[in-house]
């Protein structure tokens, strides 16, 4: 092969890893402020990382973007903690995102306090990335000790 191809091939290649590493940090960053815009019922900064057509799946049921809005109102997040964030993509346009959130606050008044895991699923629209898709699981307290391994 062409010394001038393998050169060609392997710049072609490292730009789309240093394009991927940008994408992935501009996600992580809008997860964080799409959280902190929900912390502090900030409906206009939820909206712009978040796209007007999210769904949203969670233990109260399926959510689109006016129910997300209602729903923020219910909350009083006191804090949170994104960790074990991860992400991969297999289009240049989409991007899947998993991690875990330590969180602490109330919904309703009631306590709904620990770790949470997590995905979304990020599209890009022109240059901006946006949040199509958000599910979260409130973690399970591990089994009790003493019960049988399955």
Known sequence: MNKYLICAVSIFFAAIAISFADDKATC????????QAYKDKNATDFQKVVDKDIR???????????KELADMKRWDIK??????????????DVIVATYKVA????IDGKDASGDYHCGTVW???????????????????AATAGASPK
């Open 79 to 92: 804090s949170f903690t994104i960790s074990d964030w991860d992400a991969f993509s297999d289009e240049p």
């Open 123 to 141: 599209k890009k629209e022109g240059t901006n990335w946006l949040g199509i898709f958000h599910s979260n699981a409130k973690a399970q307290a």
């Open 56 to 66: 949203v799946v969670s233990e109260e049921g399926v959510a689109n973007m006016a």
């Open 28 to 35: 992580m960053a809008n997860e964080k402020a799409a959280w």
């Open 103 to 106: 969180l602490q606050g109330t």
